[in-house]
C-alpha cells in the first residue's frame, strides 16, 4: 500500500522539543539571514546573492561574485520565510518576500532564462556547462521556493515567474529536434518539478522530471562538455561517479558521488516512481537504499564520508575525524526517507528519517541560530584538525556563514518545514511516522498530537473525524514495550511492516508509551575505524563525549559496554537527558614514558558524561568522539 504526502499547509507542530528551534529559526534566524543575504550582517561573509540579483536586473552595476549557485541560497531562505508565515504571520517577512520575488521578476530574460551566474557572467554559456553549471539545480530551488510561497499565501506571482522558466526548459531540453538530450550536472530539479506537479496537477512538470530522471547515465548527456572534460583533468575526484552518471540510472546499485546530488536524486527518482507507477525505478531504489543504509551511513544518519569531492567513498569506509557527511546530505536523506515512505509506508524509512533528522541535522545549527557547521565529523581533536592537512575540511568549530552557504537556509527550511515530515496518508489510512507534537487538520479528520520525545517514549492522539478511519502508529525499531490505549481501553489493532493500525473515530484519545533505554552499539566490523569501538544512542538521539564534560583525551577512555549506564535530566541546554557511563581511563601523567610495557601501565575506574550529539560544540571550542574504546566484548 503506497500513501501521499500531506500538504504542509495541514500540519503546524506544536511541540516542546521542536518549537524552541522553529520560534527561533522564525523570530531570529530569517531576519538574520535575510541581512546576511543583503550583505548587512558585521562579522558574515559576503552572500552577493541579492546584489547578483539586482544586478542582472539591471538596477545596479557591477560583477557577478560568489559561487554559481548562489542564486539557490536566496532560494532555500524564501522557502524557510514562506513556511515561517504558518508559525508567524509576519508583514515584514511577507514585505521582504515579495520585495524578493519582484527582483527576480525582473531579472528574469523575456524568453524565461533565470540565473544571474550566467545573465551577469556568461551570458554566451547558457545550457552549455550542464556538469557544473548548476542552471538547472538552481531552477529547481527557485521552484520550490514558488511552491512553498504559492501553498502559504495563496499568491501565484512567484510561481507564473518560474512556469515561464519551467517552459523554457521543457522547450529547451528533450529528444526532439533542436533540444539538449542531457540532464543536470547536479539533481535537484526532478524533486521540485515532482512538488510543481503536486501542487498543479500540470502534466508538464511530470514529464519534465521524468525525463530527467530516467535519461540520467545515458550518452551523449553532458559527456560532451567541454567544461566537464576540464573538471576531470584538473580534479580526479570529479569523475562520471561524482554525478551519479556512471551507469544508466535503472542499472545503478550503489551511492555513488557527491553526497547531496546523490540524496536529492533519490529523492527525484521516488517522486517520479510513484506518481509514474515505474516498478523499475522503484527496484533500483530498493537497492540504493539497502546500499546507503546498510554499508554508506554514519549512525547520525549522515552520508558521504569523503572530503575529496564531498562523496560517498567504498562500502564501510566510515572515518570518524576526517568524515565530511555534510549538513545538507543528511536533509536530502530525509527528504529521500519520506519519498520512499510515500512509496511504501515501513518503518525502516521513518526510523531512519528520524535519525537524521535528530542527529546530522541539527548539529548543523548552533543553539542561537547565528552559526552553523557544513561538516559533522563524529571525533574531533582540534589541535590535530587545526594541523593536519587530511583534516582541512574539518571544523572544530561553528560559523556565522560560508562563502558556499547551501547549509544554514537548507537546515531553516528543514525547521519551518518540519511538519511535512510527520505525516503521509491513504483514503481511509493517516499514517503517523514521528511523535512530534503538532495540530492537523486534513478534509476530513483532524489529530492533535502531544509529545515528550525525544526524552520521553510518549505521546497523547486526540482524534476529531467526520467518520471512522484507521491511525497507523509507527512502532520504532527501538521501542521497548510499545502499547497503546484507545479511551483508557488496550488498543485493538494489528501490525503491518512496522506499524500498528488502529480504528479511531471522532472524539477518541489514544496514548501511546514506549521504553526508550540507553543502549550500546557496535560496528559491523568491516567498519574498521570503529572495530573495538561502541557507542551510546537512546531512542533516535546519538550520544557523544565532550572535553567541557570529561576533559581531554577522551580516545583514552574504555567504556564497560556491560556496566551499568545512567540515564540523567540536565538543566543544560534548557533541560535534556545526560548519559554516564563506567569505565576506565589513563592514570599515566604527561611524563610518562612514550611506550611502555602494559604491565607498568595504570589505568583507574572513571565515569564519561555523554550528552546529545547535535548539541556538541555549543559551550565552545574542545575535544568530541561519539565512538569510544571499548573493554571486552
Not at 86 to 107: F, H, N, Q, V
Amino acid at each position: 500500500m503506497s500513501s501521499e504526502m500531506i500538504n504542509i499547509r495541514q500540519v503546524r507542530v506544536a511541540d516542546k522539543f521542536w518549537d524552541k528551534l522553529i520560534d527561533n529559526a522564525t523570530e531570529h534566524v530569517i531576519p538574520y539571514q535575510w541581512r546576511v543575504l543583503n550583505d548587512n550582517e558585521p562579522d558574515a561573509t559576503p552572500s552577493h546573492a541579492i546584489r547578483n540579483f539586482r544586478i542582472a536586473a539591471g538596477l545596479e552595476e557591477g560583477e557577478f561574485q560568489g559561487y554559481q549557485f548562489q542564486d539557490s541560497d536566496l532560494a532555500k531562505w524564501m522557502e524557510a520565510a514562506s513556511f515561517s508565515l504558518m508559525y508567524k504571520d509576519s508583514e515584514e517577512t511577507r514585505k521582504e518576500l515579495k520585495e524578493a520575488i519582484e527582483l527576480i521578476g525582473k531579472a528574469q530574460q523575456p524568453d524565461g532564462y533565470l540565473d544571474t551566474h550566467y545573465i551577469v557572467k556568461k551570458p554566451d554559456k547558457k545550457w552549455q556547462e550542464l556538469a557544473h553549471g548548476h542552471e538547472l539545480y538552481c531552477a529547481g530551488h527557485m521552484l520550490e521556493a514558488a511552491v512553498a510561497y504559492t501553498q502559504m499565501t495563496g499568491d501565484e506571482s512567484f510561481l507564473n515567474i518560474m512556469d515561464k522558466l519551467v517552459d523554457l526548459i521543457c522547450k529547451t531540453f528533450g529528444k526532439g529536434e533542436g533540444q539538449i538530450d542531457a540532464y543536470p550536472g547536479h539533481e535537484e530539479i526532478e524533486l521540485a518539478l515532482m512538488k510543481a506537479y503536486r501542487l498543479t496537477g500540470k502534466d508538464k512538470y511530470k514529464k519534465m522530471a521524468e525525463f530527467f530522471i530516467l535519461n540520467r547515465g545515458s550518452k551523449p548527456g553532458f559527456f560532451d562538455d567541454p567544461r566537464y572534460k576540464e573538471l576531470l583533468e584538473k580534479d580526479k575526484s570529479i569523475d562520471a561517479n561524482y554525478y551519479q552518471v556512471h551507469l544508466p540510472v535503472l542499472e545503478q546499485e550503489t551511492a555513488e558521488g557527491h553526497a547531496v546530488r546523490a540524496m536529492y536524486f533519490y529523492t527525484g527518482m521516488a517522486d517520479v516512481a510513484k506518481e509514474t507507477g515505474n516498478k523499475d525505478l522503484v527496484n533500483t531504489l530498493h537497492k540504493l537504499w539497502k546500499n546507503v543504509t546498510q554499508k554508506r551511513m554514519y549512525i547520525t544518519g549522515g552520508v558521504g564520508s569523503q572530503g575529496d569531492g564531498e562523496r560517498f567513498s567504498i562500502d564501510y569506509d566510515l572515518p570518524n575525524d576526517t568524515c565530511y557527511t555534510e549538513t545538507c546530505a543528511a536533509i536530502g536523506l530525509a527528504m529521500w526517507s519520506l519519498r520512499m515512505l510515500a512509496l511504501e509506508p515501513k518503518r525502516e524509512y521513518a526510523d531512519i528519517m528520524e535519525r537524521a533528522l535528530y542527529n546530522n541535522v541539527l548539529s548543523g545549527i548552533s543553539q542561537d541560530g547565528e552559526h552553523y557547521f557544513y561538516v559533522n565529523p563524529l571525533m574531533v581533536k582540534p589541535d590535530v584538525a587545526h594541523f593536519r592537512r587530511d583534516h582541512e575540511s574539518v571544523e572544530t568549530q561553528r560559523v556565522k556563514w560560508f562563502g558556499c552557504a547551501c547549509c544554514p537556509p537548507n537546515v531553516i527550511r528543514t525547521l519551518t518545514g518540519l511538519g511535512q515530515y510527520i505525516y503521509t496518508r491513504s483514503d481511509r489510512r493517516v499514517y503517523q511516522h514521528l511523535y512530534i507534537g503538532n495540530e492537523s487538520a486534513f478534509e476530513d479528520m483532524k489529530l492533535s498530537c502531544t509529545s515528550s520525545m525525544p526524552w520521553e517514549g510518549k505521546a497523547e492522539i486526540r482524534v476529531g473525524a467526520e467518520k471512522p478511519f484507521e491511525l497507523a502508529l509507527r512502532v520504532p525499531g527501538y521501542a521497548k514495550d510499545f502499547a497503546v490505549t484507545v479511551n483508557g481501553q488496550a488498543a485493538k489493532g494489528h501490525e503491518e511492516d512496522g506499524y500498528l493500525i488502529v480504528e479511531v473515530k471522532d472524539g477518541d484519545v489514544l496514548n501511546v508509551s514506549f521504553d526508550m533505554d540507553a543502549e550500546v552499539y557496535c560496528a559491523n566490523p568491516h567498519v574498521t575505524e570503529d572495530c573495538a569501538k561502541v557507542c551510546v544512542v537512546r531512542g533516535p538521539v546519538v550520544y557523544c563525549a565532550e572535553e567541557a564534560d570529561n576533559g581531554k583525551l577522551l580516545q583514552d577512555f574504555r567504556m564497560d559496554p556491560h556496566g551499568a549506564i545512567e540515564v540523567d535530566a540536565s538543566e543544560l541546554f534548557g533541560g535534556i537527558r545526560v548519559v554516564r557511563v563506567e569505565g576506565t581511563r589513563s592514570a599515566a601523567d604527561e611524563d610518562a614514558p612514550l611506550y611502555m610495557p602494559v604491565a607498568e601501565s595504570k589505568r583507574e575506574k572513571a565515569v564519561m558524561t555523554l550528552i546529545p550529539y547535535y548539541l556538541w560544540n555549543n559551550r565552545g571550542e574542545g575535544e568530541m568522539t561519539v565512538w569510544m574504546n571499548s573493554i571486552g566484548g
